[in-house]
C-alpha cells in the first residue's frame, strides 16, 4: 500500500484517498502513477515513462513503485503551497541525502525547488541518467550573461 510521510507525527501514513481513477493510470503495465503525456498509439503514461525508452519501460514501473515514498513527499510538498515546506523539506532530507535539502535560492523561489524534486524523481526511478543539479541564482546569473542572455530575477530571457 502507498504511504506518504507525515511530518506532524514524524511517520509513514496510508496515502490519501484521492488516487486517480484506474482509467487515468499510466498506460505502461505497473505503473501506478496518472498518465498524461500522450505518446504513438494515443495512449497516455506518466512523465517518467514518457522520459524513458519502451524496453525500459517494465523496470521504471517497478522502480517507481520502490519509490513511492519520494512521489508522496512530493505531493506533500506540492500541497503545502507557501506553507512550511523548506522546513519540511528540511527536515526529510537531513538525515537522507543532503544534497536534496533546498539550497536559499530554491527556498526563496519554490517552483526551482519543485522542479528539481520532479527531475530527482525521474533520475531515481530510471528515466533519465543525469541527477538534476542544485539551483542556485549566482551560477544561474552567470551562465546567462556568459551565454548572452539578459538575467532579471531569477529568469533569463
Avoid at 47 to 58: E, V
Avoid at 87 to 100: S, V
Wanted: hydrophobic content about 40%; overall charge neutral.
Amino acid at each position: 500500500m502507498a504511504q506518504t510521510f507525515d511530518h506532524k507525527a514524524g511517520r509513514a501514513v496510508s496515502r490519501r484517498q484521492d488516487e486517480p481513477e484506474e482509467s487515468n493510470r499510466c498506460a505502461a503495465n505497473g505503473c501506478p502513477l496518472r498518465g498524461h503525456v500522450s505518446v504513438a498509439g494515443g495512449r497516455e503514461v506518466c512523465s517518467a515513462h514518457a522520459a524513458a525508452a519502451p524496453a525500459q519501460w517494465s523496470q521504471v514501473s517497478e522502480a517507481i513503485r520502490d519509490h513511492d515514498w519520494l512521489h508522496a513527499f512530493i505531493r506533500d510538498i506540492q500541497g503545502m503551497g507557501d506553507g512550511p515546506w523548506v522546513e519540511y523539506a528540511t527536515r526529510f532530507w537531513e538525515e537522507a541525502d543532503q544534497y536534496m535539502i533546498p539550497t536559499p535560492d530554491e527556498a526563496h523561489y519554490f517552483d526551482a525547488y519543485f522542479g528539481r524534486l520532479l527531475r530527482e524523481f525521474l533520475y531515481r526511478v530510471g528515466a533519465t541518467t543525469r541527477r538534476p543539479q542544485r539551483w542556485v541564482a549566482a551560477d544561474a546569473r552567470k551562465k546567462a550573461l556568459e551565454a548572452g542572455y539578459r538575467f532579471v530575477r531569477g529568469n533569463a530571457s
